[in-house]
T-cell receptor
Framework: ETGVTQTPRHLVMGMTNKKSLKCEQH?????MYWYKQSAKKPLELMFV???????ENNSVPSRFSPECPNSSHLFLHLHTLQPEDSALYLC??????????????FGPGTRLTVT | AQTVTQSQPEMSVQEAETVTLSCTYD???????LFWYKQPPSRQMILVIR??????QNATENRFSVNFQKAAKSFSLKISDSQLGDAAMYFCAYYAGGTSYGKLTFGQGTILTVHP
């Protein structure tokens, strides 16, 4: 596997279900991100992890719970979601440096549908 | 707070022609980075080009180039000799640097259609 991978690629869940999205980066990066991409809206940053520590929670509802067990893996645990949470969820990673460009590398995304 | 605006929801271009996608941003920072990302239909988002604000020279990557106007806070992307594979959603993104921990602010995106 290369780059940033995400599983599953598609997920349909009911409002009472609990599911998890998984992201894995094979780039040796030390920062990982969750984004939400909805139709007609800009990408919304949800969470940022640097060296496994959460450094950003962009006012995300508690029904989304991130977990970063190590610098290569990132999870997004989902429970009691709402239909408006249906979106493409993107994971990204980057190499944090004291100086320089922090370009992010994205995974293919998980298309989530909440019914 | 920083904001990024892409005023063109959709653009189209004929194959082999040139197209320019617009992006403006608002910031009080003097040191920052700007990016253009490409998201083809049902495919991964990939970085197209980046520009450091402290550099006056416009970035170029093969057929892709930018027109960076720092005073005007404008960062447009020019695609020369457009190809069918250039069809995608294009996002402009801003990064403040420093302790922003890689936090990117994205524009709304521009859908580019390439006609054969």
């Amino acid at each position: 596997e290369t780059g940033v991978t995400q599983t599953p690629r598609h997920l349909v869940m009911g409002m009472t279900n609990k599911k998890s999205l998984k992201c894995e980066q094979h780039l040796g990066h030390n920062a990982m991100y969750w984004y939400k991409q909805s139709a007609k809206k800009p990408l919304e940053l949800m969470f940022v992890y640097n060296f496994k520590e959460q450094t950003e929670n962009n006012s995300v509802p508690s029904r989304f719970s991130p977990e970063c067990p190590n610098s290569s893996h990132l999870f997004l645990h989902l429970h009691t979601l709402q239909p408006e949470d249906s979106a493409l969820y993107l994971c990204a990673s980057s190499q944090a440096r004291l100086a320089g460009v922090y370009e992010q590398y994205f995974g293919p995304g998980t298309r989530l549908t909440v019914t | 707070a920083q904001t990024v605006t892409q005023s063109q929801p959709e653009m189209s271009v004929q194959e082999a022609e040139t197209v320019t996608l617009s992006c403006t941003y608002d910031t009080s920072e003097s040191d920052y980075y700007l990016f253009w990302y490409k998201q083809p239909p049902s495919r991964q988002m990939i970085l197209v080009i980046r520009q450091e604000a402290y550099k006056q020279q416009n970035a170029t990557e093969n057929r892709f180039s930018v027109n960076f106007q720092k005073a005007a806070k404008s960062f447009s992307l020019k695609i020369s000799d457009s190809q069918l594979g250039d069809a995608a959603m294009y996002f402009c993104a801003y990064y403040a640097g420093g302790t922003s921990y890689g936090k990117l602010t994205f524009g709304q995106g521009t859908i580019l259609t390439v006609h054969p």
